[in-house]
């Protein structure tokens, strides 16, 4: 049996993470916004991109 392994970091409100080996991935909570081969392009790429801050959800209306 093999452990998955999981590296993430922030970086600009944003997730920069790698699971098993795969490609490095920048995301937010529900979008994958690229993918690269090594770490330092994809924290550059997240970098460069405009600080991410969730949006606060609307109040529900009864």
Same mark, same amino acid.
């Given at each position: 049996? $093999?452990? +998955?392994?999981?590296? *993430?970091?922030?970086?600009? +409100?944003?997730?920069?993470? !790698?699971?098993?080996?795969g490609?490095? !991935?920048?995301?937010? /909570? +529900?979008? #994958?916004?690229? $993918?690269?081969?090594? #770490? /330092? /392009? @994809?924290?550059?790429?997240?970098? @460069?991109? %405009? +600080?991410? *801050?969730? #949006?606060? !959800?609307? %109040? *529900?209306?009864?």
């Open positions: 049996m $093999s452990i +998955g392994m999981l590296n *993430k970091m922030h970086m600009n +409100g944003y997730d920069v993470l !790698r699971v098993n080996n490609p490095w !991935r920048v995301c937010t /909570e +529900g979008d #994958r916004l690229a $993918s690269f081969a090594s #770490r /330092e /392009e @994809a924290m550059a790429y997240a970098a @460069a991109l %405009p +600080g991410y *801050k969730p #949006r606060a !959800r609307a %109040p *529900k209306a009864d």
